[in-house]
């Protein structure tokens, strides 16, 4: 690769961090939902499911409107609620706490690992409690999180896990796509994920009867599909939500799904590009992607030193860099402060995202490494 000087001029435009993926037969797979009985929920979120089951290799799948959804849908068929405990990782969106705090539990955060960023399941072992009723791993950036010690933890202590895989679609642990590993396990189909349906989620679980009670829930607590009358329809047991998908997220999410192969490569070409071109920096710690697991590559984060002169440097180069997400302990809501994670306070000042979407070029990826091998 040449590395040219590059100069503040050079910034003729603004390489952005995220860029939306839409399938260009998604227009054509609206269109042709537009001329139907069906735009709410109809017979394309039934296809959906079915061929993101047959896609993932997982034994149910119940679509929703967003992986927040899924997440608070998860909680409910897990058993959390009231002064509950639900260990989770700090280093996620506030999207991953929001759902514990709707079944009024309380999100414990246990540290995460300094080569990977994910949470460590040595924290989680030194976390649990008497009240602890679910563990939540987010599988950050796309980078699979230690499933077979997380979940043997659970197993023993006749506990949950709930995976957040919102950065993980098509992600891979030990040979087997992410969505089968735990009891339940959340993906987004928001805007800004490898593949989108502007937003919506899917909900994969393990167990037969937690589907169905997930279906029922996602739909106010009504079985959509009882036969009976009206009256026999309506005989709601059970506080129930309006999170379910609709035929036209389900139809982009079906011409998507036949993308995300191409996309994850064309994401994955990136990052092998950036960790090439970065691995000898001084000032740049690469974070680890290991052997044994496929990262989903939602994100590339990088460990810089002196963050705020790095993002500013970026900056005056027309590259955005973003944070993404902040520690969540910060939060107010959350308490407002920072807890004893001290490998995450060790961290805190120097991870970072760089650009990384299928709209990038690989001279746009270069521009971005040379920029950076000249300092900051
Ligand atoms: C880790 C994590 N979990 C959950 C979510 C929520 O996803 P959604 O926007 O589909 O509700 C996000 C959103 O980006 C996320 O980053």
């Known amino acids: 690769m040449a590395h040219q000087v590059q100069t503040k001029q ?9 860029w939306p993926y839409v399938s260009p037969k998604a227009a054509a797979a609206l269109q042709d939902v537009l001329g139907t009985r069906w735009v709410g929920q109809g017979p394309r979120v039934e296809r959906a499911e079915d061929e993101f089951r047959f896609r993932f290799n997982v034994p149910h799948a119940v679509s929703v409107n967003s992986c927040t959804s899924a997440l608070h849908l998860a909680l409910i068929l897990a058993g959390v609620r009231d002064g509950d ?13 929001a759902p514990i705090l709707y079944q009024r539990a309380k999100p414990v955060f246990a540290d995460i690992r300094p080569d990977d960023l994910n949470i460590d399941p040595e924290a989680i072992e030194r976390t649990i409690t008497d009240r602890t009723r679910a563990i939540l791993p987010v599988h950050w ?84 599909n009882f ?46 590009r950036y960790r090439q071109g970065l691995k000898d920096v001084p000032g740049v710690k690469l974070v ?4 044994d697991r496929k990262s989903a590559n939602w994100l590339f984060n990088i460990l810089v030193e002196r963050r705020a002169d790095f993002q500013r440097r970026l900056s005056d180069f027309g590259i955005e860099t973003s944070l993404v997400h902040i520690r969540c302990d910060v939060y107010p809501i959350l ?36 920029t950076i091998r000249q300092g900051w």
């Open 10 to 18: 050079t910034a003729q435009r603004t390489i952005p961090l995220f």
């Open 85 to 97: 405990e639900v260990i989770t990782t700090p280093l996620t969106c506030y999207a991953t706490v």
């Open 141 to 224: 950036a796309g980078e699979p999180c230690d499933l077979d010690e997380i979940n043997a933890i659970a197993r023993e202590r006749g506990i949950q896990v709930i995976e957040d895989a919102a950065h993980a679609l098509g992600a891979v642990y030990r040979g087997r796509f992410i969505g089968a590993a735990s009891p339940f396990t959340c993906f987004s189909f928001q805007a800004i994920k490898q593949i989108t349906t502007g937003d919506g989620g899917m909900l994969t679980v393990l167990d037969e009867a937690a589907a169905e009670r997930a279906r029922k829930l996602r739909w106010f607590g009504i079985d959509r």
């Open 227 to 272: 036969k009976g009358d009206i009256y026999g329809k309506f005989q709601i047991e059970e506080l129930g939500f309006k999170y379910h998908m609709n035929d036209l997220a389900a139809a982009i999410l079906m011409v998507e799904l036949e993308d995300l192969d191409a996309v994850g490569a064309r994401r994955a070409e990136i990052v092998a």
């Open 288 to 291: 680890t992607q290991r052997e």
């Open 335 to 370: 308490g407002g402060r920072r807890q004893a994670l001290p490998v995450m306070d060790a961290l805190e000042p120097k991870y970072i995202a760089l650009p990384l979407h299928c709209s990038l070029t690989n001279e746009d990826v270069d521009f971005i490494i040379d």
